[in-house]
């Protein structure tokens, strides 16, 4: 794959953006390992702009390594400042799990139903509110109301 082209104005933003993040990713003394590669692609997936933490005092390992991530990540670099490498690539779009969309299910609570006479335990009930049922204060359950639209969205439809 191709590495990303940015033009300096993008570059320059995304720089903007990275300098209030914290390092994602450390790259201890063991350098690239699988391991961290496959982190630092995890950590582009779900953020998309990174900044990785380098643990060694090797300028030019530090410069290859850069390159080398760019690279094989198909990863913009941003900026390699001292320590720090920073990273770009677009995020992929979300998957939607299959059951995204669905309705809340059946919950099991516990009511207490106080006597009208003083002096009496409370009376401890298990219900099960389905997910179209509320439960009221007073311990009932009903069944929910549709969420009321505004006038101007009614006569919109």
Request: aromatic letters at 4%; charged letters at 30%; a positive charge.
């Amino acid at each position: 794959m191709p590495q990303i082209q940015l033009t300096p104005a993008e570059r320059r933003e995304h720089r903007a953006n990275a300098h209030h993040l914290d390092p994602v990713v450390l790259v201890g003394g063991d350098g690239l390992t699988p391991a961290v590669k496959k982190e630092i692609d995890a950590a582009l997936n779900a953020h998309g702009l990174i900044k990785v933490r380098v643990f060694g005092d090797d300028r030019a390992a530090r410069e290859l390594m850069y390159q080398e991530l760019a690279a094989e990540l198909n990863a913009a670099p941003i900026q390699h400042i001292g320590k720090l490498l920073v990273f770009w690539r677009p995020m992929p779009p979300k998957q939607r799990s299959l059951d995204e969309d669905r309705m809340p299910g059946p919950r099991d609570v516990k009511v207490l139903k106080f006597s009208k006479r003083g002096g009496q335990r409370p009376e401890i009930k298990q219900l099960r509110v389905l997910g179209n049922q509320r439960l009221t204060s007073g311990g009932q359950i009903k069944r929910a109301k549709p969420k009321q639209k505004s006038i101007k969205k009614r006569q919109a439809d």
